[in-house]
């Protein structure tokens, strides 16, 4: 039978938070326009896919903590930008698939009853939605480690319509100097060359890149993380990789 999964395994991780303790369900719809095309002595109606729409729904419970996923969205909404949000519905651990999606929030529902819990749902559009892979998941970059955190993502073959990836780092302690991410390719598994390089953090931050669209991305891809510096440096880092197919 099929592989199934249990949703409680889910982890939504939202600019420099992991969201999955506010939330309880996640919703990702996508759908294209259809667009006309019937000849004149056609039987049957003729269509083309037309330009998508990408709605994505969180719900759960508000906190009015700080850093909570509530004060995080309040304080970027209506803000030109997009959210960087990454969706990984086994979980964010390296292998793993998981779902890059920019987020433009357009709507907040608060509802509060006294006999039951503060229920949040915000709504988003997302300009676009990119499956992938986390390359890096929710692990601890303890004090002056390099590391390449689980196996890198092997495809059958190279890719050549580019690729983005999202950062989300976490948790920070011991105010690391630096900490550079980067997303590596590979023909061989041996030699690497970077493919992305990230901006240094010194806090927690979130950030996405992408390629050219053009770009070519080797059968193999791994992240790497460095942090340099600090008073005994903790990283808390989570690495996602999407191929654009099309």
Not at 28 to 35: F, K, N, Q, S, V
Request: glycine letters at 8%; aromatic letters at 6%; charged letters at 20%.
């Amino acid at each position: 039978m099929p592989h199934a999964i249990a949703g409680r395994d889910a982890t939504i991780l939202v600019n420099q938070i992991d969201a999955s303790e506010f939330l309880n369900e996640f919703e990702i719809e996508r759908e294209a326009d259809d667009i006309e095309v019937t000849r004149f002595g056609a039987i049957d109606k003729e269509f083309l896919s037309g330009p998508h729409e990408n709605t994505v729904t969180l719900s759960g419970h508000w906190s009015g903590d700080d850093d909570s996923l509530d004060d995080v969205l309040e304080q970027t909404f209506g803000v030109p930008g997009d959210q960087t949000c990454t969706i990984c519905p086994r979980g964010a651990v390296a292998g793993l698939p998981a779902f890059l999606v920019p987020l433009i929030q357009t709507s907040e529902d608060l509802d509060v009853q006294a006999d039951d819990l503060a229920e949040d749902e915000w709504e988003f559009r997302a300009s676009s939605v990119k499956r992938g892979t986390v390359l890096f998941g929710s692990d601890v970059l303890v004090t002056g480690v390099t590391a390449v955190l689980g196996d890198p993502k092997v495809s059958l073959a190279a890719t050549t319509k580019g690729g983005s990836a999202h950062v989300h780092l976490i948790g920070i302690t011991g105010a690391p100097t630096g900490v550079v991410v980067k997303i590596e390719g590979s023909a061989d598994g041996s030699t690497w060359a970077p493919i992305l390089t990230f901006t240094a953090f010194t806090a927690k931050g979130h950030a996405r890149m992408a390629t050219l669209s053009s770009a070519t991305i080797p059968a193999q891809v791994r992240a790497t993380v460095t942090q340099t510096a600090g008073t005994t440096p903790t990283t808390t880092v989570v690495v996602a990789f999407a191929r654009h197919l099309r």
